[in-house]
């Protein structure tokens, strides 16, 4: 498997935790969803609106989109965790759609991260698995943060062993997916 044909399958396993994630938040009232918790966000819709914030801002820049910084920071979070849910999606299927293109310049594509005094440059493999980290790492707090709720955590980390296909076949429906959709051909 190459960088690319890597970076695509973990884009989408990140589709699909988030899928499941919010699938099970959607029982949680709006109460629930934005009470107090212990974590790095104070609670579950302060986390999830960070993941979608950096998600924006990142996306931009991966697209080049002029305007990145005041972009992301004149958004506003959703108001429900519906809507977020929907938003998320979208940004998730934006960031596949990014990495299926044919030749996205990997591995020498410099991005451009405006920042508030300079222009932070990276190389995009680089952008692209700090942006994955980013979501794996708040979405594990988030998960965290469910357990002390009354809706069960829902298993975020099976997608990627071939021997698991029966685990995530109801969801890749969902999703209108195939295996060879998940595991893209080099």
């Known amino acids: 498997m190459n960088l690319l044909s890597?970076?695509?399958?973990?884009?989408?396993?990140?589709?699909?935790?988030?899928?499941?994630?919010?699938?099970?938040?959607?029982?949680?009232?709006?109460?629930?969803?934005?009470?107090?918790?212990?974590?790095?966000?104070?609670?579950?819709?302060?986390?999830?609106?960070?993941?979608?914030?950096?998600?924006?801002?990142?996306?931009?820049?991966?697209?080049g989109v002029p305007g990145a910084r005041e972009r992301a920071l004149a958004w506003s979070p959703p108001a429900t965790l519906a809507a977020l849910a929907d938003e998320q999606a979208?940004?998730?299927?934006?960031?596949?759609?990014?990495?299926?293109?044919?030749?996205?310049?990997?591995?020498?594509r410099i991005v451009e991260m405006p920042r508030a005094a300079h222009v932070q440059r990276e190389p995009l493999a680089n952008v692209v698995a700090h942006l994955l980290n980013h979501q794996v790492h708040h979405r594990g707090q988030a998960h965290a943060m469910l357990a002390g709720t009354a809706v069960k955590p829902p298993q975020l980390d099976?997608?990627?062993?071939?021997?698991?296909?029966?685990?995530?076949g109801d969801d890749l429906a969902v999703l209108g997916w195939t295996e060879a959709v998940l595991f893209p051909a080099d």
Do not use: K
Request: charged share 25%; hydrophobic share 40%.
């Open 158 to 168: 099976e997608f990627l062993m071939s021997s698991e296909a029966h685990l995530r």
């Open 90 to 108: 979208r940004s998730d299927e934006r960031f596949i759609a990014l990495l299926d293109q044919g030749d996205v310049g990997l591995p020498g």
């Open 6 to 63: 890597h970076l695509r399958t973990q884009a989408r396993a990140n589709r699909l935790a988030n899928h499941r994630l919010q699938r099970a938040m959607a029982a949680l009232s709006d109460a629930e969803y934005r009470a107090p918790r212990t974590s790095f966000f104070p609670s579950l819709a302060a986390t999830l609106e960070h993941i979608l914030w950096v998600d924006h801002y990142y996306l931009d820049c991966l697209h």
